[in-house]
């Protein structure tokens, strides 16, 4: 009996479909109004926030643009209006080429779900693409979905969904229905005023392509669903080529991070001058400034202040790494390479993430008795390798999440940029000091260097606030120049300055448009913009004031800090170089952009770069051309080039094999020991 109703339920409900959503007339014409529906309401979003917020993509001018010039990109929402109701249609006339009824109504509810799925789809792209481009600068793209599939934990996303997100993608299905359940007089109506507004929008966009108007990025132009797919055609993932695939060869036997022979090092070692052992063990602070680029720290060319007068000073009396590049655009990589003195992946994933990352971190490489922490007014989760961290032992961290401070928020399209307030955070920082017993190894990472640059008011302002990002980021060099000086003002009252080696170091650099108008943030491009970040080793016991002039890497800090603290470490299994030497051996250093790029920049500041994504190689000679205005050919670097692409699948491929040896050698040595029997 049960069964009988349940088919007969079906089999109602299959009708229901057949009538409506296998219907051509109805079923497309509901489809065409919620894609039309969905694109309008994007575009008109899109435009308002663009004139109205006061953080704004790729430093959108409002003054350059009338507030009617979105209609221009009509055109692309047009296509994508044609490519539904196209799908539509297919779907709704092609028969199904079954008898049996049940199969047939388990195929018209499969494409009944598809079709809801895609509308859904369509509506989270839509909705996506806006937030990322206020949020972060960039637009629903191939990379961001891997990136999150990869480096986000599925837990952190989940944060971000609340019944709200629900009810909001429950508005593209409600308006399908709305759509085709209404009187057949009310939808022809409808069709009316909807072809009306096609022809009159397309009229608008024909008009308004013969205005001139500034060049706007691709994520601003384009239709989000369109973008998705051109970048997801651009990247070249339906095409398979082992040329665009690194060069993987690990040697069977003895373990090596690196490939041997001469391409790599000079023949003759360097010789190393160590500083005089000092009988007492080295406190270490680490302070990562999020997104500091050289080029701005000590800037006065727009006739402002200089934005961080007392680290200026404070190079003088220290080691300044001048020419220093970051190990990748991205913070996750970048702050691996801090702590580990490795390179992480030379691709898309992020191995500092990965549960299990049991390779060697600074901390342990120190001696036992170390007190280690890590304060941080950001979520942790999203841009740091805490796996690794933890799993190396510095389990204390202070982050967002559990951070008991007051928060900075700054209102966006769909949700909010939020962190700590910076101030109180370098407070609760200094107070962890100040409590810790010595020796200790604490590490902060700022946020304020960081999209949104949120405005901490007139005492920190060295420029008044404007429209321009780059404006509020030079204030808030400024205030992190400020927590600079007070962390380090904080070490010298409590006696600890003299035994404690003052690191200072940025991730990653930052863009403002720079060779690109949708170079923003560090993660597009690998120009110089993009990598160059500062470094600044203060302890005047171990490190003679100087300025290092060769390119150097995050890879080499952790063998320079080991070797002034005459800790031994296995050259072997670092990829940096103590600047103790007289000189530095290795012929190149390495860089992975998220955009696809790998990177390499010899002594002589030769940098040659290959694209993955452009399927092409090119180079800068940057003492004649600092500014990377003037590309290169490649073929007058084959050497380099074929060094790059052999190390960079070489290490990869290394260092998970290295990584397998750790995690084994770590399972011996968490073994209990069995103990003898009494008398035995």
Same mark, same amino acid.
């Given at each position: 009996m049960f069964k009988l109703k349940c088919e007969k339920g079906l089999s109602s409900f299959s009708i229901l479909l057949q009538s409506s959503i296998t219907s051509s007339s109805r079923s497309s014409l509901a489809f065409l109004i919620c894609a039309l529906a969905m694109v309008l309401i994007y575009r008109i979003h899109l435009t308002w926030a663009l004139f109205t917020r006061s953080i704004r993509p790729f430093d959108f001018d409002p003054s350059a643009h009338p507030l009617w010039f979105m209609v221009r990109y009509f055109p692309y929402d047009l296509a994508l209006l044609f490519l539904c109701f196209l799908l539509s249609w297919v779907f709704s006339h092609v028969?199904?080429?079954?008898?049996?009824?049940?199969?047939?109504?388990?195929?018209?509810?499969?494409?009944?779900?598809?079709?809801?799925?895609?509308?859904?789809?369509?509506?989270?792209?839509?909705?996506?693409h806006t937030r990322l481009l206020f949020e972060a600068q960039t637009g629903m793209s191939y990379f961001v979905i891997l990136e999150l599939f990869l480096n986000v934990p599925?837990?952190?996303?989940?944060?971000?969904?609340?019944?709200?997100?629900?009810?909001?993608?429950?508005?593209?299905?409600?308006?399908?229905?709305?759509?085709?359940?209404?009187?057949?007089?009310?939808?022809?109506?409808?069709?009316?005023?909807?072809?009306?507004?096609?022809?009159?929008? +397309?009229?608008? +966009?024909?008009?308004?392509?013969?205005?001139?108007?500034?060049?706007?990025?691709? @994520?601003?132009?384009?239709?989000?669903?369109?973008?998705?797919?051109?970048?997801?055609? @651009?990247?070249?993932?339906?095409?398979?080529?082992?040329?665009?695939?690194?060069?993987?060869?690990?040697?069977e036997g003895e373990l090596e991070l690196q490939p041997g022979g001469m391409e790599y090092r000079d023949r003759v070692k360097p010789l190393k001058f160590l500083p005089p052992q000092k009988d007492h063990p080295w406190n270490i602070v680490f302070f990562i400034m999020e997104s500091v680029g050289s080029r701005y720290i000590f800037d006065t060319s727009q006739g402002h202040p200089m934005p961080?007068?007392?680290?200026?000073?404070?190079?003088?009396? +220290?080691?300044?790494?001048?020419?220093?590049?970051?190990? *990748?655009?991205?913070?996750?990589?970048?702050?691996?390479?801090?702590l580990s003195g490795l390179y992480d992946f030379f691709h898309q994933e992020t191995f500092g993430i990965r549960p299990d990352a049991n390779v060697p971190s600074l901390y342990n490489y120190l001696p036992k008795g170390y007190e280690s922490f890590l304060v941080t007014? *950001?979520?942790?989760?999203?841009?740091?390798?805490?796996?690794?961290?933890?799993?190396?032992?510095?389990?204390?961290?202070?982050?967002? @999440?559990?951070?008991?401070?007051?928060?900075?928020? @700054?209102?966006?399209?769909?949700?909010?940029?939020?962190?700590?307030?910076?101030?109180?955070?370098?407070?609760?920082?200094?107070?962890?000091?100040?409590?810790?017993?010595?020796?200790?190894?604490g590490i902060y990472l700022s946020f304020t260097a960081h999209l949104p640059y949120f405005d901490y008011g007139p005492d920190y302002r060295i420029i008044q606030p404007d429209e321009?990002?780059? +404006?509020?980021?030079?204030?808030n060099l400024n205030l992190l120049d400020h927590m600079?000086?007070?962390?380090?003002?904080?070490?010298?009252?409590?006696?600890?300055?003299?035994?404690?080696?003052?690191?200072?170091?940025?991730?990653?650099?930052?863009?403002?448009?720079?060779?690109?108008?949708?170079?923003?943030?560090?993660?597009?491009?690998s120009y110089n913009e993009n990598l160059e970040t500062p470094v600044i080793i203060h302890q005047p016991a171990l490190f003679k004031p100087r300025t290092v002039e060769v390119p150097t890497s995050h890879v080499d800090i952790l063998p320079t800090l080991l070797d002034a603290m005459r800790i031994s470490y296995p050259p072997g299994f670092v990829d940096g170089e103590s600047l103790f030497h007289h000189r530095l051996s290795r012929k190149y250093i390495f860089v992975y952009g998220h955009e696809g790029t790998i990177s390499s920049l010899d002594n002589q500041f030769i940098k040659v770069q290959y694209s993955f994504k452009k399927k092409r190689c090119w180079a800068f000679d940057l003492k004649a051309d600092p500014e990377e205005k003037h590309p290169l050919d490649c073929s007058s670097y084959g050497g380099q080039l074929d060094a790059l692409r052999r190390f960079t699948g070489f290490h990869d491929a290394s260092l998970v094999r290295y990584n397998e040896e750790m995690k084994e050698k770590k399972k011996i040595s968490e073994t209990p020991t069995p103990r003898l029997a009494k008398g035995k």
């Open positions: 028969p199904i080429p079954v008898k049996n009824r049940q199969i047939r109504i388990f195929f018209t509810i499969s494409g009944s779900v598809f079709l809801h799925l895609f509308l859904i789809s369509l509506f989270l792209i839509h909705g996506g599925f837990i952190e996303l989940i944060k971000f969904v609340d019944w709200k997100d629900g009810l909001f993608l429950l508005i593209p299905i409600g308006l399908f229905w709305g759509v085709l359940l209404l009187p057949l007089i009310i939808r022809v109506r409808i069709l009316k005023v909807s072809i009306g507004l096609l022809i009159l929008l +397309s009229s608008f +966009s024909i008009i308004g392509a013969g205005f001139k108007s500034h060049d706007l990025p691709a @994520e601003i132009r384009l239709n989000p669903a369109l973008f998705l797919i051109s970048d997801i055609v @651009e990247q070249g993932i339906f095409k398979i080529s082992p040329e665009d695939g690194y060069i993987k060869i690990v040697k961080m007068s007392f680290l200026h000073g404070l190079a003088k009396e +220290s080691l300044y790494l001048k020419s220093h590049y970051t190990s *990748s655009n991205i913070t996750t990589k970048a702050v691996f390479s801090l007014p *950001s979520p942790i989760q999203w841009y740091f390798p805490t796996a690794f961290v933890k799993n190396s032992g510095l389990t204390e961290m202070h982050h967002f @999440e559990n951070l008991n401070l007051k928060t900075r928020e @700054e209102q966006h399209s769909f949700g909010r940029y939020i962190g700590r307030d910076e101030v109180q955070t370098i407070d609760f920082f200094n107070r962890r000091i100040r409590q810790v017993k010595e020796p200790f190894f321009r990002m780059i +404006s509020r980021y030079y204030n600079l000086k007070r962390v380090y003002e904080n070490l010298k009252k409590e006696g600890l300055l003299e035994r404690t080696i003052f690191v200072i170091v940025g991730d990653h650099g930052q863009a403002f448009g720079q060779h690109h108008s949708d170079n923003y943030m560090h993660h597009r491009y």
